[in-house]
């Protein structure tokens, strides 16, 4: 049912985007990658990972994902994301897809 309400709403509904950034303990860096790289492996209703990163620089890795619900962001946020042993912080930023049309925007800019 869900997937005849998203076509019958003034057209297809997009998703939540979502950027997790991840600070580690120093001495888990290494174990916090490994435990990454399976993050796509183990699904959650509703969540699409479309990455997940280790990073240099303010932020250990990163995980970028969307979801259908704010709901089930938190949820896996804390169940998948923050559980990870050696994480100490996260930082999660909510994005909405830029229009492919922009108005004023000159056509070599599209």
């Known amino acids: ?18 950027v997790c950034l991840i600070k ?22 509703g969540i699409e990972v479309l990455g997940a990163w ?14 259908d619900t704010p ?3 938190m949820e896996f946020l804390t169940r998948k994301v923050s559980s990870i042993s ?5 930082e999660t930023l909510q994005g909405s897809p830029l229009p492919s049309y922009t108005p004023g925007a000159s056509s070599e800019s599209r």
Not at 4 to 18: A, D, I, M
Not at 86 to 90: L, N
């Open 1 to 18: 049912m869900y997937e005849v309400v998203k076509e019958s709403l003034r057209g297809p509904l997009v998703k939540f985007g979502y």
């Open 54 to 67: 280790s990073t240099f620089g303010a932020h250990d890795g990163v995980v970028i994902f969307t979801s």
């Open 71 to 73: 709901q089930q962001a």
């Open 24 to 45: 580690a303990e120093p001495s888990e860096i290494n174990s916090v990658a490994s435990e990454l790289k399976g993050i796509e492996k183990r699904p959650s209703t």
């Open 86 to 90: 050696g994480i100490r912080a996260t």
